[in-house]
């Protein structure tokens, strides 16, 4: 694991902290690998991103919308808090480099594939980009949905700041993209993988919000 002290030091702390404030609750973290591998989930609320960081019991290295970078502030503090940027909307070469690079040293990526927040918190297949399936085909790695549920009422889309609540993350058992539609191009392959798991991010999300109902 890379050096990272203030990223270590603000788990160590301030992720405590985030993770009592909204009463986060993660269940099945034995489903995340011991060696590289991408979380992929349904993207619904701000704090998506920022509860896994602190939740996970492993450090997750997360893409980031590069006009986040135009901050001088938020550029200094985003690649020490194991972020990277990606353009959106366009192959972004450097992002997948890193990516890759990443997972093949063993760490985690966390992507979310509909690449924005969606407005119902249904992992929408329409939507979904094929940046996920095409790193991990890349990298060898294994893909792990994960549900979210609860950020969306928490820090709703248009809400400028987080209100109190509980928020649940549910961790699936790893897709192996390896294993998907063995022959074919690589386009196809990367499609079916996509639809395999937004399949399973949706299962996830019915099964958490039916636990937690």
């Known amino acids: ?39 992929a989930g349904n993207h ?26 135009e901050s001088r502030v938020i550029a200094w503090g985003l690649p020490r808090l194991w972020a990277f940027p990606v353009s959106r909307g366009e192959p972004d070469r450097t992002a997948i480099m890193t990516a890759a690079d990443l997972l093949n040293a063993g760490e985690l990526v966390g992507v979310f594939p509909e690449g924005h927040r969606s407005a119902d918190g249904a992992a929408s297949m329409g939507e979904a980009h094929g940046g996920a399936a095409f790193i991990a085909l890349r990298a060898g790695v294994p893909i792990v949905p994960i549900a979210f549920v609860g950020t969306e009422k928490v820090w709703p889309r248009g809400a400028r700041c987080p209100r109190p609540g509980r ?17 074919g191009k690589r386009k196809q392959r990367v499609e079916e993988i996509t639809a395999q798991l937004m399949k399973r991010i949706a299962d996830l999300l019915d099964e958490a919000r039916g636990a937690v109902s």
């Open 1 to 39: 694991m890379r050096g990272f002290l203030l990223a270590r030091s603000v788990r160590a702390t301030a992720g405590h902290v985030v993770r009592f404030a909204f009463r986060t609750r993660l269940t099945g973290a034995e489903n995340i690998p011991a060696g590289g591998a991408i979380l």
């Open 44 to 69: 619904v609320s701000y704090l998506d991103p920022i509860l896994l960081w602190c939740a996970s019991p492993r450090p997750v290295h997360f893409m980031a919308k590069r006009e986040l970078w």
């Open 167 to 183: 928020t649940f993350i549910h961790v699936g058992k790893p897709l192996f993209p390896m294993d998907v539609l063995r022959e």
